[in-house]
């Protein structure tokens, strides 16, 4: 569901930046009674930088971005760092509600917060709950948390994975329902809404028409064991232009469209992820297939990580990767059209291919150091090397003349992450 | 070849010699000695304490209390445990309480209220140094 931006528009990461010092490293979250509901609010941030050894493509971290490290700036500071907050109150033992709010970097290039979560939870035993509102679109193992830098060894999460699906909330209710056979806790979520690209530019939306998805966690002791099934209709803008200029050429044009245009296409999404962690090292891995009949195909993207504590500082390694069946079509046939057309097919099919040909192939290798250095604020350290798939961008943006497909890159990531 | 190729495997070397230690009292999970339960397992307390269930082996409902963060007894009882450092805790924690989904177990100022929270009622579940266990509760790790 990858989709390219629009043009960058520079301009410093003043929010975060200004928010730090002033707060410090406080102890606890503020918690208060309110005729008898306790509202409490804790928050969460990064402040991080990222330099690119390529200056014509940028890296972001998700898609929202509308610019990032290369080709925008070489130092950028707004692919990692956000700020969040969170307001939970308990109305009663069995309701509560959440609101959480993060201020990031948006696809204006502004840092207005957006409502990630806002939902009521009915808890009807201690092992079953439902909420409905805005909730968490659990496609990945770290999706209720992937904001929260602190709560993660790396820097972020593997862009090439967690890019294969960029909608993070659905608009609607989801369901946990969890069971103790004997030693081993499994935990049951469904989750079913809609997200209306509100994230996103108008000349780019995702739209998730609907979305419905099972997940089951199977946890004993320290290892943990994800399945995920979920099934989206999704309407995507990008390449309208192309697709409305095929239609100008009649039932075959047309059928081209139908075919590769995403217009209330169904996607289906299978992942599974597993984490050992006993204490002094860790690892885990996570798994996804994305299919759809469209331009889009299949994607598939996985990871393995894994890292060693000792005391304060924890080294970890990781690879990543996303890779794509890349398909072409024959295209509009010339042989029936007017000959003076022959130059506009032409160009058509090869804007076509050249969609079907762009998706993401690319993979990376990690290795950093997080160090826990004062209570409830880490600095981390990290560096990557990505090999973009021949003729790919892979999950670059803001491509410039003079860029090549297919060539290897570096990062170099400093981020501070902090918890209240 | 790119310059900033090259520093990051000289940082980690330098990691890699800089390896901690954790020093060891003698704490105790206790219940209230007019609990039903007798003993637990490791891997019980941590599945309490980390929030994976709020019910005893038995069924019987488990409320978990936590000393102060920052103190000795709390820092050694989850890495006995879970295996867990103070700050891989609340990194923990952290990352359950974003989801909306849970919250760690309530404080206490010290381990004298605590232990009188344990003899009030059979359902709590908290840890003490063993020089603080007395008639009124039972250890069960």
New interface residues.
């Given amino acids: 569901m990858t989709s390219r931006r629009p043009a960058p528009l520079p301009r410093l990461t003043v929010l975060a930046l200004a928010v730090v010092p002033a707060m410090g490293y406080r ?3 503020a918690e208060v009674d309110l005729y008898g509901a306790t509202v ?1 609010l ?1 928050g ?1 941030g990064t402040l991080g930088v990222v ?1 690119s ?1 390529n200056d014509k493509a940028d890296f972001t971290a998700t898609e929202f971005e509308p610019n990032g490290a290369g080709s925008s700036r070489s130092w950028s500071a707004s692919v990692d760092s956000l700020i ?1 907050a ?1 307001l ?1 109150a308990t109305l009663t033992p069995k309701l ?1 509600a ?1 609101v ?1 709010l993060i201020a990031q970097q948006n696809y204006d290039d502004t840092y207005w917060p957006h409502v990630e ?1 806002a ?1 009521i ?1 009915y808890q009807v035993t ?1 092992d079953f ?1 439902l ?1 409905a509102g805005r909730v ?1 679109m659990p496609t990945f193992l ?1 999706s ?2 992937r ?2 830098g ?3 060894p790396w820097v972020r999460q593997p862009t090439e994975l967690y890019s294969l699906n960029p909608i993070t909330t659905l608009d609607g209710a989801d369901t ?1 329902y ?1 069971l ?1 056979p004997g ?1 081993v ?1 499994n935990t049951l979520q469904a989750a079913y809404g809609r997200n209306l690209s509100f994230r996103f530019p108008a000349e780019n939306t995702v739209d998730a028409r609907y979305a419905w998805g099972v997940f089951d966690s199977v ?1 004993y ?2 290892a943990l064991l994800r399945l995920g099934y979920l099934d989206s209709t999704i309407r995507l803008n990008s390449g309208a232009a192309l697709f409305n200029a095929l239609r100008q050429f009649g039932p075959q044009g047309s059928a081209i469209a139908a075919n590769y245009q995403v217009v209330d296409k169904p996607i289906t999404i299978e992942t599974l992820g597993a984490s050992y962690d ?3 090292w860790f690892a885990m891995g996570e798994w996804l297939r994305s299919r759809s009949e469209s331009f889009l195909g299949v994607s598939t993207g996985w990871y393995i990580g894994g890292g060693y ?5 924890t ?1 970890f390694l990781m690879h990543s990767q996303v890779t794509e069946r890349i398909s072409s079509s024959p295209g509009l046939s010339a042989s029936s059209l007017p000959a003076d057309l022959a130059p506009a097919v032409a160009a058509l099919n090869a804007g076509l291919n050249a969609l079907l040909a762009s998706r993401p192939i690319q993979f990376s290798s990690t ?3 997080r160090w ?1 250095f004062i ?2 604020v ?1 600095l981390k ?1 990290q ?1 990557d ?1 990505l090999d973009l798939g021949a003729g790919s961008a892979g999950t670059l943006s803001n491509v410039q003349p003079g860029f090549q497909p297919g060539s290897r890159l ?1 990062l ?1 990531s400093a981020a501070v992450d902090f ?1 209240f | 070849m790119n310059p900033i190729g090259r520093p990051a495997w000289v940082l980690i070397a330098l990691m890699l010699s800089l390896a901690g230690g954790v020093a060891n009292a003698d704490v105790v999970a206790v219940v209230s000695a007019k609990s039903p339960i007798v003993a637990l397992s490791k891997s019980q307390l941590a599945d309490i304490f980390l929030g994976k269930t709020d019910r005893f082996p038995d069924g019987s409902q488990a409320v978990a209390i936590d000393q102060a963060e920052g103190s000795a007894a709390r820092d050694e009882f989850y890495d006995k445990v879970a295996g867990k450092s103070a700050a891989q805790i609340k990194a923990f924690w952290s990352k359950i309480i974003f989801t909306g989904r849970g919250q760690p177990p309530p404080t206490v100022a010290n381990a004298t209220e605590l232990r009188n929270r344990i003899r009030a009622n059979p359902s709590v579940i908290g840890y003490l140094d063993r020089g603080m266990v007395d008639d009124s509760v039972r250890v069960v790790f």
Avoid: I
């Avoid at chain 1, 504590?309 to 500082?313: H, K, P, Q, T, Y």
């Fill in positions: 102890a606890n979250a409490s804790n969460f330099h050894s969040g969170q939970a509560s959440v959480q979560w939902n939870k201690p709950d909420r968490v770290a209720d948390s904001n929260v602190y709560g993660h946990a969890r103790h030693p806790t946890e002791g320290a006993p204490g002094h504590r000792m005391g304060a500082f080294p290795v950093g150091v826990d209570k409830d880490d350290l560096w090397r570096y170099l918890v």
